[in-house]
């Protein structure tokens, strides 16, 4: 099968280009660095829509806050049960705890959670948030209905699509931190 044909289809802009140079060799390596690449770029283009949609929510104490700690914002009021900074991490998939420590500071600074529980001033602090930081979640989820679902019902069997793309990118979530695993022990001393 030829590497061209397996990436893209005829009608495709970028169909007839050689996808073959050092991270790609073999036709599966072409479709995987194709989707490496997608990643990059959506990352950059989520992060930019969490960053504005961000803005769009700020009151004035919250300017700081990045799209990122609004994602944080919104873990922690999943459910409506409070958490802690390693729960949080466990449901983002993130194990750098001091970036999350410092949104959480952020948060808690501008009056959006708070530290509940007995262990309020301990190591095993959980986070809930505060009517301000429901406010704001409120309007981040309002202007995220209102400015991107319609972007998104334009694809043709969105829902369904969107399934399968959420369950590949779960599953290549997996295997790449299998692969950091196994890269882990292959480290240079």
């Known amino acids: 099968m030829n590497a061209k044909a397996a990436v893209y289809d005829d009608n495709h802009p970028a169909a007839g280009l050689d996808k073959h140079w050092h991270l790609s060799t073999t036709d599966h390596e072409v479709a995987l660095t194709e989707i490496e690449f997608s990643l990059f770029r959506i990352y ?105 679902l319609p972007l998104t019902r334009a694809i043709a069997d969105s829902d369904q699509r969107m399934d399968q793309v959420a369950n590949v990118l779960s599953l290549l979530s997996g295997i790449y931190d299998q692969a950091a695993c196994v890269a882990a022990t292959h480290r240079d001393r």
């Not at 449901?91 to 500071?105: A, E, F, G, P």
């Open 44 to 148: 950059a283009s989520f992060q930019r829509w969490m960053d504005d949609l961000a803005a769009c929510c700020h009151s004035a104490e919250a300017q700081s806050l990045s799209g990122m700690d609004f994602a944080v914002l919104n873990v922690i009021r999943m459910h409506n049960r409070a958490k802690s900074i390693s729960e949080i991490g466990r449901l983002m998939n993130r194990d750098d705890i001091s970036n999350l420590q410092y949104s959480v500071r952020k948060l808690t600074k501008s009056g959006l959670i708070s530290k509940v529980g007995a262990h309020a001033h301990k190591k095993g602090a959980t986070y809930t948030t505060t009517a301000k930081g429901l406010e704001a979640t409120d309007t981040y989820a309002r202007y995220r209905k209102e400015l991107l």
